[in-house]
């Protein structure tokens, strides 16, 4: 889809959030300029490689991740002659993506105010910390830990753990993207300039969704529980099979137990009076995950799954990246691009599809 193929971005975001923005609109055909900073070699994520990458190669995958279908120019913005040639870039583009430190906006002169009297229809895409004032570093697991996530993360007898990817840099991408769309909607009325302001701290927050709601209703204060849904049951239970393969249950029904029940050969649970309403499994929760675990280690995985399918039983195979990248499904969202002389592979930031 080349829906945003007459738009120009100019991106002056690093580390992950900002450039998510950035190549989404990439993706959906924009003229993207990521501006990046000369004086420190660039983007840092440029330089966050797993041991085993190659330290010479000029991006890391985690930096290829974020980036895509943009031209990347050096730039010191210090310098009068490189900061006169970003405002003629300014002066014909739709968006500005942006991710400073509170107050470095203001002394580059790179703020809403400025910009917007460059250019009058340009759309500010801003993402922030905690808030405008709050000088606070504002690094993923930082956020996880500020926002509740932390805290309800990993197995009882665990300390609180962070979750494998910078959720709150990917939830506030989503936030801005979703601003900046209203903002174009807003602009294509009056040409006015708007200002999209995007903190990670309430990206953050407004993704707690029904955890926020458990709490603010009930006064449930949500624990360690590893994968288990708080209100259903059997859900987010993992259970060995006889070949060493995980599975996870997703049972959000009574009619789904009952299926489950029969599909195990354990056709006696349906009747126990612990396990007849989602209510009162919920409460009897460990005895229920007993009675499953054993009956999933009588079979291999490749014998459960199809029984599960054919009896619509909500569950997943629990995969490791190589085993989700050998479905045909997942192999269609992988994007490839040449790299400064690198070969770079990410996935796509755009998952919808639009058809009429």
């Given at each position: 889809m080349q829906i945003f193929q007459e738009l120009k971005v100019i991106e002056l975001s690093s580390v992950l959030a900002g450039p998510l923005v950035g190549t989404f609109f990439a993706e959906l055909g924009a003229e993207v300029i990521k501006i990046?900073?000369?004086m420190t070699g660039g983007d840092v994520t440029r330089k966050w490689k797993l041991p085993e990458e190659n330290p010479n190669a000029p991006v890391s995958a985690y930096y290829a991740a974020a980036n895509f279908g943009k031209k990347s120019i050096f730039k010191n913005l210090k310098i009068q002659e490189d900061y006169e040639e970003l405002m003629t870039w300014i002066t014909s583009a739709d968006i500005v993506l942006v991710n400073f430190k509170p107050g470095d906006a203001q002394k580059l002169?790179?703020?809403?105010?400025?910009?917007?009297?460059v250019n009058s229809s340009l759309i500010y895409g801003e993402i922030i910390g905690f808030a405008d004032e709050d000088p606070r570093v504002a690094y993923d697991v930082v956020l996880?830990?500020?926002?509740?996530?932390?805290?309800?993360?990993?197995?009882?007898?665990?300390?609180p753990l962070k979750m494998p990817l910078a959720m709150m840099d990917i939830l506030a991408a989503h936030q801005l993207k979703e601003g900046i769309l209203c903002a174009l909607l807003e602009r294509a009325k009056d040409g006015k300039a708007r200002k999209v302001s995007v903190s990670l701290y309430e990206a953050g927050v407004t993704a707690l969704a029904n955890q926020a709601s458990n709490w603010l209703m009930n006064g449930h204060i949500p624990q360690r529980i590893g994968s288990l849904h708080p209100n259903i049951a059997p859900y987010g239970e993992t259970f060995p099979c006889e070949d060493g393969k995980w599975l996870v249950l997703a049972v959000g029904s009574d009619r789904q137990f009952e299926k489950l029940c029969q599909v195990l050969g354990l056709s006696a649970l349906?009747?126990?009076a612990r396990f007849e309403t989602?209510?009162?499994?919920?409460?009897?929760r460990t005895a229920l995950t007993g009675y499953l675990k054993e009956a999933f280690l009588k079979k291999p995985s490749s014998q459960w799954v199809p029984l599960l399918l054919d009896n619509q039983v909500p569950f997943g195979q629990i995969k490791n990246m190589k085993e989700v990248f050998e479905e045909d499904q997942a192999n269609q969202m992988i994007l490839e691009e040449d790299m400064e002389g690198l070969s770079t592979k990410r996935v796509k930031t755009v998952a919808f599809k639009i058809t009429g």
């Amino acid at each position: 889809m080349q829906i945003f193929q007459e738009l120009k971005v100019i991106e002056l975001s690093s580390v992950l959030a900002g450039p998510l923005v950035g190549t989404f609109f990439a993706e959906l055909g924009a003229e993207v300029i990521k501006i990046e900073n000369q004086m420190t070699g660039g983007d840092v994520t440029r330089k966050w490689k797993l041991p085993e990458e190659n330290p010479n190669a000029p991006v890391s995958a985690y930096y290829a991740a974020a980036n895509f279908g943009k031209k990347s120019i050096f730039k010191n913005l210090k310098i009068q002659e490189d900061y006169e040639e970003l405002m003629t870039w300014i002066t014909s583009a739709d968006i500005v993506l942006v991710n400073f430190k509170p107050g470095d906006a203001q002394k580059l002169q790179l703020d809403f105010d400025t910009l917007s009297r460059v250019n009058s229809s340009l759309i500010y895409g801003e993402i922030i910390g905690f808030a405008d004032e709050d000088p606070r570093v504002a690094y993923d697991v930082v956020l996880q830990a500020e926002t509740g996530y932390m805290s309800m993360n990993g197995q009882a007898d665990s300390p609180p753990l962070k979750m494998p990817l910078a959720m709150m840099d990917i939830l506030a991408a989503h936030q801005l993207k979703e601003g900046i769309l209203c903002a174009l909607l807003e602009r294509a009325k009056d040409g006015k300039a708007r200002k999209v302001s995007v903190s990670l701290y309430e990206a953050g927050v407004t993704a707690l969704a029904n955890q926020a709601s458990n709490w603010l209703m009930n006064g449930h204060i949500p624990q360690r529980i590893g994968s288990l849904h708080p209100n259903i049951a059997p859900y987010g239970e993992t259970f060995p099979c006889e070949d060493g393969k995980w599975l996870v249950l997703a049972v959000g029904s009574d009619r789904q137990f009952e299926k489950l029940c029969q599909v195990l050969g354990l056709s006696a649970l349906i009747a126990d009076a612990r396990f007849e309403t989602n209510t009162v499994r919920v409460q009897h929760r460990t005895a229920l995950t007993g009675y499953l675990k054993e009956a999933f280690l009588k079979k291999p995985s490749s014998q459960w799954v199809p029984l599960l399918l054919d009896n619509q039983v909500p569950f997943g195979q629990i995969k490791n990246m190589k085993e989700v990248f050998e479905e045909d499904q997942a192999n269609q969202m992988i994007l490839e691009e040449d790299m400064e002389g690198l070969s770079t592979k990410r996935v796509k930031t755009v998952a919808f599809k639009i058809t009429g």
